[in-house]
């Protein structure tokens, strides 16, 4: 249920510049996969094709065999309630706790107050981050509130994880745990894909690596080739 | 994949327990009231603005509808009173009683006496004590007439013409007239009062737009991540519909209290210058169905107005 093929991608946008060209990849169901390139490569831009937040230019973007780019609008959350993202700058809601904060993908599928609660304290103690249950984002480092987007996105355990730098605020050590709980999701048949900069996560992970850059894919490359 | 016959969805939809929509709004409007009431004074604002909007409509409606009440109670026929000049005798009134019922403009006439007359004009008043001080009736007699079928306007003219000329009498009022006048008074609140209605309506359900408007603004970036988390239109759009609603319910609210006051305060002036015209006016207030309306009403329009806001502005909330 998360096996994602990208047909001959163009994203221009209005100004004329052209932020993926002719991008063709394929995702596997259960695949990892790390996205890499300078900044303006456009990372950022693949993984918001992929969440439906913009439409590419030209090509296809099927997933689980359905091209999302002619997703009826009526469509597009349920399509949404079965990702997962990670965005660096968070994205948590400054007046909701951590927990609500967490809750928030499930509360929109109208689950049950009590099994919400039950799944967000669970995701919330995959990231070690339980104790600060009801404490606001303000009141959180940046490694903390980027733990709180993280345990956000698996909360719903997602067929597809879309991070963009979710280590970008984390020491080493909680990088490797953040990316083993990835790895977790990914044995369980969710596809994973990481955006980042972190030379040295990418070549400790040994998962497959794609770099970009000025839009096209300069790199793909499988785990041990 | 459409083309291919069965088309088994990728995504189905995650698996709401039963009632779980009951839960949704109750949880929706809890927060939206805890909300509109942490922002008192803006909301009172709000109230305020529609209350108003609604106030002067609903007060036309009760006019015209207490203008038509007052015109119906009417038998329908023309009559007119002959006041007879201060100290006339009984008889002078009986005899001009009979004469005017043998007229053919006349249909019956009959004597009101000075008793009956103290009394008639001390119902309601509370000037008897005065009259009662005087220790004389200082009212004359006079005489009543209904005026026959079939009499027309310029004959009846003339015949109340002759009956002022006569002597002993005072002056001739005829009835009709400002019975007429007010049914096309009434006709005329009745209209503006519609026109008002539309006008007004259109306002409350813009005040309540710009005020959903501003909350929505105010609250782009939790919707652009409820929108990426999954939620439905419908999820983003619930709680601006019931602030729409909360809005619309709380301006009918106010609006039945504005009325009210001032039928209140307009009460008792009304109810004597209808007695200047020797009617009774029996003023029909607030009563449960109209207050029920206004909140209908209120409610309906904040509504509208909270979809113009939402419609207009929800679709272009995405993270970017």
């Known amino acids: ?225 | 994949m459409r083309g291919e016959g069965r088309f088994r969805d990728p995504w189905p939809p995650v698996q709401r327990p039963r009632f779980a929509w009951i839960r949704d709004h109750w949880r929706v409007s809890r927060d939206c009231f805890t909300l509109a009431c942490r922002r008192l004074w803006s909301s009172l604002l709000v109230w305020l603005l529609i209350g108003i909007s609604l106030a002067l409509p609903a007060a036309l409606y009760l006019l015209q509808h207490n203008l038509a009440a007052a015109a119906a109670q009417w038998d329908g026929r023309p009559s007119f009173t002959v006041y007879l000049q201060t100290g006339s005798e009984i008889g002078v009134a009986r005899g001009l009683a009979d004469r005017l019922d043998a007229e053919p403009e006349v249909e019956r006439a009959w004597v009101i006496t000075p008793q009956q007359a103290l009394a008639e004009f001390s119902e309601g008043l509370t000037i008897a004590d005065a009259l009662e001080v005087l220790g004389e009736n200082p009212l004359p007699a006079s005489v009543r007439a209904t005026v026959a079928d079939g009499v027309r306007e310029e004959e009846l003219q003339r015949f109340m013409a002759e009956q002022s000329a006569a002597e002993g009498v005072d002056e001739v009022v005829l009835e009709k007239a400002w019975l007429e006048r007010m049914a096309a008074i009434s006709d005329f609140v009745g209209r503006v009062g519609w026109i008002l209605a539309a006008v007004f309506g259109l306002g409350a359900a813009l005040v309540t737009a710009s005020s959903v408007r501003l909350v929505i603004e105010s609250r782009l970036e939790e919707l652009s991540v409820q929108k990426l988390v999954g939620g439905t239109d419908a999820f983003v759009r619930r709680p601006f519909l019931y602030f729409g609603l909360f809005y619309g319910v709380g301006g009918g609210m106010v609006a039945a209290m504005l009325v009210a006051g001032s039928l209140g305060a307009l009460e008792a002036p009304l109810v004597t210058l209808f007695d200047s015209y020797k009617e009774r006016l029996t003023i029909e207030g607030m009563d449960g169905p109209l207050v029920g309306a206004l909140l209908g009403v209120g409610g309906l329009l904040g509504l509208f107005g909270a979809l113009i806001a939402t419609n207009r502005r929800l679709k272009q909330v995405e993270l970017t």
């Open chain 1, 1 to 225: 249920m998360g096996s994602i093929a990208l047909h001959d991608v163009t994203k221009r946008f209005d100004n004329g510049q052209e932020a993926l060209r002719n991008v063709s990849l394929t995702f596997d169901e259960g695949s990892m996969a790390f996205l890499t390139g300078h900044s303006g490569a456009g990372k950022s831009t693949f993984l918001k094709l992929l969440l439906r937040l913009q439409l590419p230019t030209q090509g296809q973007i099927v997933v689980n065999g359905v091209n999302i780019s002619q997703l009826p609008r009526r469509r597009i959350p349920r399509y949404r309630q079965h990702l997962g993202a990670v965005f660096q700058d968070h994205h948590l809601l400054s007046d909701r706790t951590v927990l609500e904060n967490v809750a928030l993908p499930l509360v929109v599928t109208s689950m049950r107050a009590r099994d919400i609660a039950t799944r967000a304290r669970a995701a919330l103690s995959m990231v070690g981050l339980l104790a600060k249950e009801r404490l606001y984002p303000s009141h959180l480092s940046a490694g903390e509130q980027q733990r709180v987007g993280i345990a956000r996105a698996v909360v719903n355990r997602p067929n597809l994880i879309l991070a963009d730098e979710p280590t970008g605020n984390l020491d080493p050590e909680l990088s490797r745990e953040v990316m083993g709980l990835f790895v977790n999701f990914r044995r369980i048949g969710a596809t994973v894909i990481v955006a980042t900069h972190d030379q040295h996560l990418i070549e400790t992970m040994g998962v497959r690596v794609i770099e970009l850059d000025s839009g096209r894919v300069v790199r793909d490359e499988a785990p041990g080739a």
